[in-house]
């Protein structure tokens, strides 16, 4: 097998529930593990936030439909746009959002006139839940919720409360029917998670010591995002250096026993490499993969093929959005949490997002919220056009009016276009 060919993926039907990275960053926003530095970020109630427009996409022979949600009572706002959002999950009928404080927001979905999302107040106290350590990760499967520290303990939920406290660490991601998992961190050891009514009991998985050249077992170097999809586990990250010199970034598909079966990755210049691998996630008709660096969702086939990518800037509305994590629901709908910075101010905005026909299920959007974003669309575009009438206008009303040299002779137009450019034009910064 070549290391960096794209293999034939299989099984790749059912749902993830679970899914995201290991927060992979900007240069100046990460350590070399890919891990934030900048501050944490509050969720507070702002008013004033005007919600983005957000553009429907065409790709891999799909139509893919966009909506913002809005959130009832409450908006993210906080001062970076890194650590606004640190995942994602669906639960029945829920969306929960871990947040850079360490909280958990728990949210009841609404579609039927528009994405709405309505805090969960018999959830923990009034839709939010705080944990003795900070929860920077969140996974759902079959009722069962688990909210991670990564470096230290999770937390097991079960309804509208703690359970109890597992021991185990990392990002932990549960299988469809929230009886195991794997908790992956960085370049430590993956392990196997199971959970019981009570308790929970870890075992080293398949990848172990990843920091360790002389003791490391399996292909990684390092992990950054993992999901299960029925028996099987997607884990991206970086290849080590004895599997790879050039230590690329590829998604392995293994075995719940730890038996790779699949690999997927760049194979040449039409196919983009990974940035970073962010979130992996089940797609029509094959995996659906996020690279927040490069703002971009890359799609490929259950054969492994690359088949097309969507711009997440342009798709969200968004000038320069970090998107952390996505997660989908039983029914197709794949929800995405993004940040931006709010233009003219320090500060940064979240926004969750419902997106529909990227995956197998009934999710549409509904008519009613089709309409609301056909008329932001036009609303955007009419000033343009009216800037434009009204500069025509003007220009037309100085061609008329008599100059203060009417009596001179008119120009025969041989200086039109024959400058020599003396006046050069000045060179901008390039933005960087």
């Not at 999901?227 to 075995?255: Q, R």
């Not at 025969?412 to 060179?427: I, L």
Request: hydrophobic share 35%; charged share 25%; glycine share 12%.
């Amino acid at each position: 097998m070549s290391r960096l060919s794209l293999f034939t993926l299989t099984a790749l039907t059912g749902t993830i529930l679970a899914c995201g990275g290991l927060m992979g960053g900007d240069e100046d926003g990460t350590t070399a593990d890919g891990t934030t530095t900048d501050g944490t970020t509050g969720a507070v109630a702002d008013e004033g936030v005007e919600l983005p427009i957000p553009v429907d996409q065409n790709v891999a022979g799909r139509k893919v439909e966009v909506e913002v949600c809005a959130i009832s009572g409450h908006t993210f706002t906080g001062d970076s746009t890194m650590s606004m959002f640190k995942s994602v999950a669906v639960d029945g009928k829920r969306v929960l959002v871990a947040t850079g404080e360490g909280e958990v927001y728990a949210f009841n979905m609404s579609s039927d006139e528009g994405c709405t999302l309505t805090l969960a107040t018999e959830f923990g106290e009034e839709g939010v839940m705080t944990f003795e350590r900070e929860a920077e990760w969140v996974s759902a499967g079959n009722g069962t919720v688990v909210a991670a520290n990564g470096i230290s303990e999770s937390y097991v939920l079960r309804g509208d409360s703690k359970a109890y406290t597992c021991d185990a660490d990392g990002y932990i991601e549960l299988a469809s029917d929230g009886r195991w998992g794997i908790a992956p961190w960085v370049n430590s050891t993956v392990e196997k998670v199971t959970f019981g009514a009570n308790s929970c009991s870890s075992e080293p998985w398949v990848l172990q010591n990843l920091s360790n050249d002389d003791s490391r077992m399996g292909p990684f170097s390092s992990v950054y995002a993992s999901a299960i999809i029925n028996d099987l586990v997607y884990v991206g990250g970086s290849l080590a250096k004895s599997e790879d010199p050039d230590e690329s970034k590829v998604i392995i598909a293994f075995t719940a026993s730890g038996k790779e079966v699949a690999r997927i990755a760049s194979t040449g210049e039409d196919i983009p490499n990974f940035g970073w691998i962010h979130a992996v996630n089940a797609c029509k008709p094959g995996l659906c993969v996020l690279d927040s660096n490069f703002r971009r969702m890359t799609l490929w086939g259950d054969d492994g093929a690359y088949l097309g990518q969507i711009d997440l800037k342009e798709m969200l509305g968004l000038n320069y959005p970090w998107i952390n994590d996505f997660a989908l629901g039983s029914d197709g709908a794949v929800w995405i949490v993004a940040a931006n910075d709010r233009e003219g101010s320090e500060l940064a905005d979240g926004f969750i997002y419902r997106v529909t026909g990227l995956s197998d299920g009934p999710a549409q959007r509904s008519l009613v919220s089709t309409d609301k974003m056909r008329k932001a669309l036009k609303d955007r575009k009419a000033p343009k056009g009216a800037a434009k009438a009204r500069l025509r206008r003007e220009v037309d009303v100085r061609k008329a009016a008599p100059s203060d040299n009417s009596e001179a002779p008119k120009s025969k137009g041989k200086g039109k276009g024959k400058g020599k450019g003396k006046g050069k034009k000045k060179k901008g910064k390039k933005k960087r």
